[in-house]
């Protein structure tokens, strides 16, 4: 999966250069679940000496939108994906590393059928957990993505880059 990961980020460079820049990166991906990280630095601080809420959100966003994407790249179809609503809690001033994991995979996996064989869209909540270094938790996040398919459209191989094998 390291090649996923390193080929993900290059992607993450081009396509969301703002999470790039504020040090977001995606760390692993593996059956149901996707991490991401980030260090707090001068360039994502906020004027309290912790990270700015804004880029706990990319992280907590990108790992669900990285289940997201590779479902639908799975799926061999063109689906849009949107985020409608998110929520978020914050417990603990985020300092040091973060890292936040979301583990909905299985439920995404459930909601992708329901869209493959309706063609309606759906929606589903999906969570992220911001932890320390500790392994304290700092913020918790939800995101509704919407899913539907698109019709008449064909998957350009090239958007997203492909999971390695055994994935």
Request: net charge positive.
């Amino acid at each position: 999966m390291a090649g996923f990961v390193r080929k993900f980020n290059s992607y993450l460079f081009f396509k969301l250069p703002a999470a790039w820049w504020c040090g977001v990166r995606l760390e692993e991906v593996g059956d149901g679940f996707a991490q991401t990280g980030v260090r707090l630095r001068w360039m994502n601080q906020n004027p309290f000496r912790s990270m700015f809420w804004a880029v706990q959100g990319m992280a907590a966003e990108l790992s669900t939108g990285t289940l997201v994407m590779q479902e639908i790249r799975k799926s061999g179809r063109e689906v849009s994906m949107l985020v409608l609503n998110n929520r978020a809690h914050f417990s603990k001033k985020a300092t040091g590393r973060i890292q936040f994991r979301c583990e909905d995979g299985d439920a995404l996996k459930e909601v992708m059928q329901q869209v493959l064989a309706t063609g309606e869209g759906h929606t589903l909540w999906m969570a992220a957990t911001g932890r320390n270094e500790a392994g304290q938790i700092v913020s918790e996040f939800h995101f509704e993505w919407t899913l539907k398919v698109k019709q008449g459209v064909q998957v350009p191989a090239e958007n997203v880059p492909p999971p390695e094998a055994g994935s």
